[in-house]
Every structure is written in C-alpha cells, then in structure tokens.
C-alpha cells in the first residue's frame, strides 16, 4: 500500500513539492528549481517534518552545486544556508553533513554533478525503505484493537512518505489490527488537524479529530491504549525532541500508565549531544498563536511565546522505534549499542 502522492517529487531537475501550507483546502505544487527555493520552502514550511526536511535539503545540495559548481566557498555558503532554514530537526543536518561528505569524496570526478543528484535520489528513496522498517517494528508494540493518539504530523507528509509514527499506525491498520486513532489538532499551526486528519481520511483510517486539550480526559478515563509520534530529534540518552505539546502528553501517559513511542530513523538521532538540554527549540512567529488561519484570534499588540518544540525527558518514553528495532530503557547503553552496530 502506498500513499496517492508524493510529499516530493524530483522530476526535470526540479523538485515539487505539496505545499504544506495549503492542505487540505487547497493541494498545490511549490517547484524548487534553486538552492534558495529549497531554503525557502523548508524556512516558510511548505514542507516541513525532520526526514522530509533533510530529503528536501539533499535536492538543495544538489542545485547549490549546479549554480557554484566552479567555487568551493560559495557551494559551501550556500548548503549553510540550507541548514540554517530551521534549528531543531537535526534530519536537515544529516543530509546536508551526507551530501557534503560525498562530495568531498568525489569533487575530482567529471561526473560529480550526477553522483551529487544520485545521493539526494537515494536518500528520499531509503526514507521510505526505512519508514516501511519503521512501521513493521511498530507492529510489536500495537496490540490488536488498540485506540492509539497521535500528536501532529509524523505521516507520508512528513518524511518521503508513508511516515513513522503514522507509519507504524498505518502499518497495523493493514496489518488489520482493527485500530482507532486520536488526532491532536496541534496547536498552533494545526499539523494533526490540516494534515495527520488528511492522511487519516485518504487512507480510511477509522479516527477522530480532539483539540489538544481533550487528550488528558481520554487518557485518564482508560481510551487510549497507547501513544506514538514522532521525533525531530533524539539525544543520545533517549530524550525526545518533538512538536511542542509531547512533552505535556507524556507527563499524563506517565501518570496513568499508558505507553509513550517516539517513532524515528537513526538519522533523528543526535549522537553528538547527551541529553535534550543540548537542542535548540526554534521560536517562531507570534503570528501563528494570534491568528488562525486568516482569523485574528487574539489582539495584535499582545505579546506571544511561540515555541515550535519541546524535550520529553527520557524517563517519560516507553521506547523508542526504528528501522533496526525498537529499542527500550536503559536508552543510553541501547542508543550506544545501536550507534556502535550500524552507524560506526
Ligand atoms: O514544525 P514541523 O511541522 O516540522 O514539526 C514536525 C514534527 O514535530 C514531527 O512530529 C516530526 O518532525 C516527526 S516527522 C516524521
């Protein structure tokens, strides 16, 4: 089973994207043809989502390259460029660190132009392997006839497609699980109402839609049987980094005894930090809390804090899962354990 679009397309050496911003009113194409359409649409949100973030930058590598192909300094300017478009998903640095390393390997070739374009081809491409993996080691940890809650957008829209924390609701759905989902709203951009709600619908997923703050009563009152989101970035202690409003939801899940799983790749896992304290949490517009949508919902000279993240401490998390596996407390040692097997 696959998804009826592509997140990102790569087509005539240009990339298309869904925009983001627009869902579900209105599906339109964005066409990166430049390093600076690619910092933009990852900057603005056109696309957003740690993997699909880095897959989108790796195409930003690539069209740097074309444009500065004769001068190191400023094909190097322009991938720190890319990677300044957004602090907190460390899948952007991973694949810009990956382009980069390549091309460093291969700037002496007369094909190096191509080789660049066939990395950012596979690293969209293994995104999907891998959130295929992802999904099927979830499976162990869906029991059948679970209602499981899920925080913004962690679908196909979020990554190369079909997703990691939806993707392993997707996967137990088809594995006939007979599941029900909750989608947080997600406050303030709304991610669970405008895209996870989409996702949900195009795949016929029985669910409903909560406005964030409806999530503790239903796990209070015993209706969720477990919660999965995804990450966008991950200390190498366990601690998770994600949408704000996750780390309240673990709290509640810690006092009622309901199963916390952040679903990720290898490549939202920071093996350079100790814990979530190193992560910066970007702040983004005051707009986004005052309005919705174009409705001005609070008045304009009211000051806003506007965090787009924040850390779940590691304690808090059940497990965390991957494509090579789901891995379990003690976090440190398994992280480690991991890093040492398949990053090493
Ligand atoms: O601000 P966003 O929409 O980029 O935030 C996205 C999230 O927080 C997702 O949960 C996370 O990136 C995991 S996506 C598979």
């Keep these: 089973m696959n998804e009826a679009f592509n997140t990102l397309e790569f087509k005539n050496d240009e990339l298309l994207l869904i925009d983001q911003r627009l869902l579900p009113s209105k599906f339109e194409i964005f066409v990166a043809k430049t390093y600076k359409d690619i910092e933009f649409a990852i900057r603005d949100m056109v696309v957003r989502g740690a993997p699909a973030i880095g897959a989108t ?85 869906v029991p059948q006839n679970a209602t499981i809650l899920t925080h913004c957008n962690a679908g196909a829209l979020a990554t190369a497609g079909w997703g990691t924390a939806l993707g392993v609701i997707k996967s137990a759905f088809y594995a006939n699980k007979n599941i029900f989902v909750y989608a947080d709203e997600t406050r303030p951009r709304q991610q669970g109402a405008r895209l996870t709600a989409w996702e949900l619908t195009q795949a016929k997923i029985p669910s409903k839609l909560i406005a964030d ?58 093996f350079t930090i100790d814990d979530g304290s190193q992560i910066p949490i970007e702040e983004r517009d005051k707009d986004e809390v005052r309005f919705v949508g174009e409705t001005q919902v609070a008045p304009l000279d009211m000051d806003v804090y506007n965090p787009a993240f924040d850390v779940t401490p590691h304690q808090n998390v059940t497990a965390i899962i991957t494509e090579k596996g789901v891995i379990y407390p003690p976090f440190k040692e398994n992280i480690a354990k991991l890093k040492k097997q398949f990053i090493d």
């Design 213 to 270: 703050s409806v999530a503790a009563t239903l796990i209070r009152d015993g209706k969720i049987d477990l919660v999965v989101l995804g990450a966008d970035r991950i200390a190498t202690n366990g601690d998770v980094c994600n949408k704000i409003g996750t780390f309240s939801l673990s709290v509640i899940c810690k006092q009622y005894g309901v199963p916390f799983y952040s679903a990720a790749p290898l490549s939202t896992i920071d």
């Design 57 to 141: 930058a790796a195409y930003g590598v690539y069209f740097a390259y074309k444009e500065f192909a004769k001068n190191e300094v400023e094909f190097i300017k322009a991938c720190d460029f890319i990677n300044n478009a957004r602090p907190t998903a460390i899948n952007l640095k991973w694949a810009i660190d990956r382009m980069l390393k390549v091309y460093h390997e291969n700037k002496k070739s007369d094909n190096i132009k191509e080789i660049l374009k066939k990395e950012a081809i596979l690293i969209q491409e293994e995104d999907i392997t891998t959130n295929k993996m992802i999904g099927e080691n979830g499976l162990s940890v």
